[in-house]
């Protein structure tokens, strides 16, 4: 199994990134998948989760900003963020169940 994230780097506040998450190995369809995200010093925080029927769920803090989709004909997950802050700047992780991608650098600017 493989989980593997692009799409980090750099922006400045109120910018936007959009995470993408390829993976193999699974069944995808009929997983579900989370971002999770951990800054330095800070605990892990589940970021968003999508369902296999595509329910979602979202951290209070990125409610509305930030949107978790899934192509199940690509085996792909993407976290759409929109007006990044500062606090946003974490790593990033893909995760489904006990298999986790390495993560991704998000750093946001003010």
């Known amino acids: 199994v493989q989980l593997v994230e692009s799409g980090g780097g750099l922006v400045q506040a109120g910018g936007s990134l959009r995470l993408s998450c390829a993976v193999s190995?699974?069944?995808?369809?009929?997983?579900?998948f989370t971002w999770y995200r951990q800054a330095p010093g800070k605990s892990r925080e589940l970021v968003a989760y999508?369902?296999?029927?595509?329910?979602?769920h979202y951290l209070d803090s990125v409610n509305g900003r930030f949107t978790i989709s899934r192509d199940n004909a690509k085996s792909m997950v993407y976290l759409q963020m929109n007006s990044l802050e500062p606090e946003d700047t974490a790593v990033y992780f893909c995760t489904s169940g006990q298999w986790w991608g390495k993560g991704i650098q998000v750093t946001v600017s003010s």
């Open positions: 190995g699974l069944v995808f369809g009929a997983n579900p």
């Open positions: 999508i369902l296999a029927g595509g329910t979602t």
